[in-house]
């Protein structure tokens, strides 16, 4: 089961439903597919003003039902999707796989063109996840994220409620996604996430990609992986902040930032190594297989989110959080009424510029920066 919305003009939904066109797909294997999202789908005639569902049959792109246009970043659209497929298509093992953008913890995943970009958050998510186990009350075999910035701590939690497995990019993806073909061939098999690993990394090598990344999560053992992350954080209480926010900043962030719009996704198994916890370092490394391009070999499959650049986003992330990691986050980052640094003077000394700040706001700086600006006196011109 796939729910897909469209990217930009490149056509790239529709170049994956060719790969899945050209896939030998076994007999009892079924693939269908829930299509929205975009102004315009480039092939396959694919109406833009309706939600339309399909079933890959005998290399054919088989429509079997319309119905009336809704926001893929709404909830109750997934839910309908979910309840209807398990109706309509029961099967031992189940995956869904999710196609289009996504903004990693904070923005979630499927923003609608039709409707203002409306994106399903991580809580629509657990909504929509939560409403359909009456349809489907035994876990999915996975849930996977054909999207950008998605393996991260935060999905993981959520997910692990109602899959065995989640497959999802810590870093941006290339907008050509997944290798369908493969995936498609592979379903059901035991070699299915190491070929769908395989496969992807592939793909994006003909490309000339190497700034890849991709996740296979055993959610069987999250709570392995929760638990050593709660000992982590309350281990962070009796260090200094800065030096915890120094080692944050020196491991691998993922996604764009040329446009200083920062995610405050980074690495949290490289997090923990830099400080030397082997305990959670240990768990991740159980609990994530990927596969890595040459600029992120050393991404350990999962992120998490920590304010390394805006702190307006704390608030808005708190509810995500679980205990202790949000009592951390509250203490250092949150408090809106809360000076973080104080400047007690600025002098002139030798032609050079002296700014110094109170002693209590060296905890909170990791970096400085300097911007020089000149003024001219304009006169009367």
């Avoid at 953008?101 to 998510?125: A, K, M, P, R, V």
Wanted: include cysteine; hydrophobic fraction near 35%.
């Amino acid at each position: 089961m796939r729910q897909r919305s469209g990217i930009g003009e490149g056509g790239y939904a529709s170049k994956n439903i060719d790969e899945l066109l050209e896939a030998d797909i076994r007999d009892n294997v079924r693939v269908i597919i829930q299509t929205g999202g975009t102004k315009n789908w480039m092939d396959h005639e694919i109406p833009s003003d309706s939600l339309n569902r399909y079933v890959i049959r005998d290399g054919q792109l088989q429509h079997l039902q319309s119905l009336e246009q809704a926001s893929m970043g709404d909830p109750s659209t997934l839910e309908s999707f979910i309840r209807w497929g398990a109706k309509q298509y029961p099967a031992q093992r189940m995956g869904l796989i999710f196609w289009d953008h996504g903004g990693g913890s904070l923005l979630g995943i499927n923003f609608d063109e039709n409707f203002q970009y409306d994106g399903l958050t991580l809580e629509e998510l657990d909504e929509a996840l939560s409403a359909s186990t009456e349809v489907k009350p035994e876990k999915w075999e996975f849930i996977g994220f054909d999207a950008c910035l998605m393996a991260n701590y935060e999905t993981a939690s959520i997910v692990s409620n109602y899959a065995d497995n989640m497959v999802a990019s810590e870093e941006n993806e290339p907008a050509g996604g997944w290798n369908y073909k493969v995936l498609a061939e592979n379903l059901g098999k035991d070699s299915f996430y190491s070929d769908l690993l395989t496969g992807y990394a592939e793909k994006c090598r003909n490309s000339n990609k190497e700034t890849f990344t991709l996740s296979v999560l055993d959610l069987s053992r999250f709570r392995q992986v929760r638990q050593s992350f709660d000992s982590f954080i309350s281990a962070l209480d009796g260090m200094d902040l800065t030096t915890i926010a120094k080692s944050a900043a020196s491991s691998i962030s993922f996604g764009s930032n040329s446009d200083g719009n920062y995610t405050n996704l980074i690495d949290l198994g490289r997090f923990a190594e830099i400080l030397g916890n082997t305990e959670l370092t240990e768990s991740i490394r159980n609990f994530a297989t990927t596969q890595n391009g040459a600029y992120r070999e050393n991404a350990s499959g999962l992120s998490f989110f920590y304010p390394l650049h805006d702190m307006d986003t704390v608030e808005e992330y708190l509810p995500l959080a679980d205990e202790p990691y949000r009592a951390f986050l509250e203490r250092n980052y949150s408090a809106t009424d809360k000076d973080w640094i104080k400047f007690t003077g600025v002098e002139e000394k030798g032609g050079m510029l002296h700014i110094t700040v109170s002693p209590e706001s060296v905890g909170h700086i990791v970096k400085t920066t300097y911007q020089l600006l000149r003024f001219e006196d304009q006169g009367n011109r």
